[in-house]
């Protein structure tokens, strides 16, 4: 149980196009969704909280307008990283928390998306 | 000051010795304690979840949370080729969402 998905696994494009990532919670629901984004060698770094029906909450320095995140059902959390430069390219990784069991803050972690910008 | 602390390592081992990971933290709220594995260009795994002080156990792996030291401890007995990964801790306070992580350590277990 408790799985999450990220599609696509890794994806190459060119400076200033759109890139869609999805994450999906596949065997529960889950109110919140997070993204992160990993450099090489180094840990988490949370950019948004993303609520089902409601705006993401971004952490500081996280530009919302570059990063959009739409969070449309229990199930599926977006990250569209809008005129992607060669500085954008990382590792993103979503993680959910599972409705059913609120009382434990554990998050549960898709397998992540390596972003290369040419 | 970071909330939370952890030596990146690397940390290498022969298998079969037993390895401790520790992280300290100063933020006193926080009350759920994660370790998690992460394989290299894998999303992290939760390995181990504990509430508020004391030990847990799990076949290989032992969490310990000292709360009076803001300090806790991943140990694994008989480690394993198989477990060299980057291992990071995690905590939480009650009715937070985030997460907050220490930096990883990573681990490698020589055959």
């Known amino acids: 149980g408790a799985v999450v998905s990220q599609h696509p696994s890794w994806v190459i494009c060119k400076s200033g196009t759109s890139v869609k990532i999805e994450c999906r919670s596949l065997d529960f629901q889950a109110t919140t969704m997070f993204w992160y984004r990993q450099f090489p060698k180094q840990s988490l770094m949370l950019m948004a909280t993303?609520?089902?029906?409601?705006?993401?909450?971004?952490e500081q320095g996280v530009e919302k307008d570059k990063f959009l995140i739409n969070h449309a059902s229990l199930t599926l959390s977006t990250l569209t990283v809008t005129s992607a430069h060669p500085e954008d390219s990382s590792f993103y990784i979503c993680?959910?928390?599972?409705?059913?069991?609120?009382?434990?803050?554990?998050?549960?972690f898709g397998p992540g998306t390596r972003l290369t910008v040419l | 000051q970071k909330e939370v602390e952890q030596d990146p390592g690397p940390l290498s081992v022969p298998e079969g010795a037993i390895v401790s990971l520790n992280c300290t933290y100063s933020n006193s709220a926080f009350q759920y304690f994660m370790w998690y594995r992460q394989y290299s260009r894998k999303g992290p795994e939760l390995l181990m979840y504990?509430?508020?002080?004391g030990n847990k156990e799990d076949g290989r792996f032992t969490a310990q949370v000292d709360k009076s030291s803001k300090y806790i401890s991943l140990f694994i007995r008989d480690s394993q080729p198989s477990d060299s990964a980057t291992y990071l801790c995690?905590?939480?306070?009650?009715?937070?969402?985030?997460?907050?992580f220490g930096t990883g350590t990573r681990l490698t277990v020589i055959p």
């Open positions: 995690a905590m939480s306070a009650p009715g937070a969402n985030n997460l907050f």
């Open positions: 504990t509430y508020s002080s």
């Open positions: 993303s609520n089902e029906g409601s705006k993401a909450t971004y």
């Open positions: 993680s959910a928390r599972d409705a059913g069991r609120a009382s434990y803050n554990e998050q549960f």
